[in-house]
């Protein structure tokens, strides 16, 4: 958290001895260290004590960045400077500014022009701007000649940080601007159509209208289901960051103490968490559930050794769930809902809980203030607010989270919230007392 009496001389200290406990291993390792060139490594080692130093130098270099900027300039710099940073970033995904330069190589000012569409002259004015984030350089200065830097450079290592990339800044920026329009008119009300990508892009529609309906709807001059295949693609350049990668699933639960089992993975997509349980597991028996039309992708998905024991099953979360199981598996799907929507969803489940079943939900887990660094409790709260604008739900805290799975049923009884190193998200796991 921030600190009021924190100052130059203690951030400093921070600062120099964070980067001494990275730089040490580092060369103990016989590791390069970060650099800004083209072929830099895309982040550091995936080890507690040098993520940890890694977050505490991210905060107080953020801290004393804003110490340096000053209060009478803070204010300014981040209503004036940061939405042009995000208009280069979305202009240069739009016209593909990031393929028109080789990944290793230059390419001239006007050939990139070329490429692109852009006029040559606004387009020396956004490269510009970008030379001060860090996005491309010129080989010499005042030369034209375009080269990438190690961030620019991201999108040939994971392309799909360009569907990341646009669905941020086409939707999800148009509807945080729309955020107070949306407080102002529709207060506590918890229907998933009265937020600020509503009020934006839909505001005629039926008010249980959701983002993914509108993704899936057709428009004259678009392409029908494009937006939800960019979402999709956004969320798998999501997945494959260290702390969402799909391995977590395993951590959390003791997934083997279940022994031969049946685990039912609601709104589970086209299976990545069925493979990944069953691929560790091979007592459990997966069987995803989600819209009919994602059947053929999760088949084809699933590998032929596991297709005994992975299966896909059409059903609406909202709808009495027609499977006894042991377990049943909602991944970041409650998140999605508000809590009145969240409460529906598991009273599905009731009909079908035996004594000892249990529900296992792998979402974030909100922390409380000053319990991570500020670098991660800004990531969280970032996350809650586009919760928020995007489909008028949230993220929740342990209290939350029990409040809405005791508002479900009594019955429910809430055995452990569990944070696994290094994911995101966290496992609630929840017994049926019966």
């Known amino acids: 958290m921030y600190s009021l009496t924190e100052n130059f001389t203690e951030l400093a200290a921070q600062i120099a001895s964070n980067t001494a406990i990275i730089t040490e291993y580092l060369k103990k390792n016989g590791l390069p260290e970060p650099d800004f060139t083209v072929d830099a490594a895309g982040e550091l080692p995936q080890v507690p004590e040098v993520q940890e130093a890694r977050l505490n130098l991210i905060d107080a270099t953020s801290k004393l960045r804003h110490l340096a900027t000053g209060a009478d300039e803070y204010l300014r710099t981040e209503s004036f400077i940061m939405h042009h940073d995000e208009a280069v970033l979305n202009v240069f995904t739009q016209f593909n500014v990031w393929s028109a330069v080789p990944q290793h190589g230059s ?10 569409g852009l ?7 956004l490269l510009k701007h970008a030379f001060t984030m860090g996005l491309f350089a010129e080989t010499s200065p005042g030369s034209w000649e375009i080269v990438h830097t190690g961030s620019s450079a991201y999108t040939y290592r ?4 360009k569907a990341w990339v646009g669905h941020n800044l086409e939707e999800c920026l148009p509807a945080s601007i729309r955020l107070p329009d949306a407080l102002r008119k529709y207060t506590d009300s918890q229907e998933p159509a009265h937020c600020g990508v509503a009020v934006n892009f839909y505001p005629d529609a039926p008010s249980d209208t959701t983002l993914f309906n509108w993704f899936e709807a057709a428009r004259e001059g678009e392409e029908t289901g494009w937006r939800a295949r960019r979402f999709g693609e956004a969320m798998a350049s999501f997945s494959e960051t260290g702390s969402a990668d799909i391995a977590h699933v395993n951590a959390g639960f003791d997934w083997d103490s279940l022994g031969e089992a049946t685990v039912v993975d609601i709104g589970g997509s086209i299976g990545h968490a069925s493979i990944e349980l069953a691929s560790k597991h091979p ?12 059947e053929s992708r999760a088949d084809a998905l699933v590998p032929a050794a596991l297709k005994s024991r992975v299966t896909f099953q059409a059903h609406n979360f909202f709808e009495p769930q027609p499977v006894v199981a ?6 970041h799907v409650l998140h999605d809902w508000s809590d009145k929507y969240a409460i529906k969803v598991l009273r599905q489940l009731v009909p079908v809980l035996k004594a000892g079943s249990r ?7 909100v922390p409380p203030r000053g319990a991570v660094p500020d670098s991660i409790g800004r990531n969280i709260s970032g996350l809650d607010l586009q919760m928020m604008v995007m489909a008028n739900s949230k993220e929740r805290n342990p209290e939350e989270w029990t409040k809405v799975v005791k508002e479900a049923d009594e019955r429910f009884d809430v055995k452990a919230f569990v944070q696994p190193p290094g994911s995101a998200a966290g496992v609630i796991e929840i017994v ?3």
């Open 432 to 434: 049926w007392k019966g």
């Open 107 to 116: 390419a001239p000012v006007a050939s990139i022009a070329s490429t692109t």
């Open 359 to 365: 529900v296992i939900l792998m979402e974030c887990i």
């Open 119 to 125: 006029p040559e002259e606004k387009l020396r004015r």
């Open 158 to 161: 994971n392309p799909l940080i």
């Open 283 to 294: 007592k459990l028996k997966c069987i995803i559930q989600d819209f009919p039309e994602l």
């Open 326 to 331: 042991e377990v049943y598996f909602l991944k």
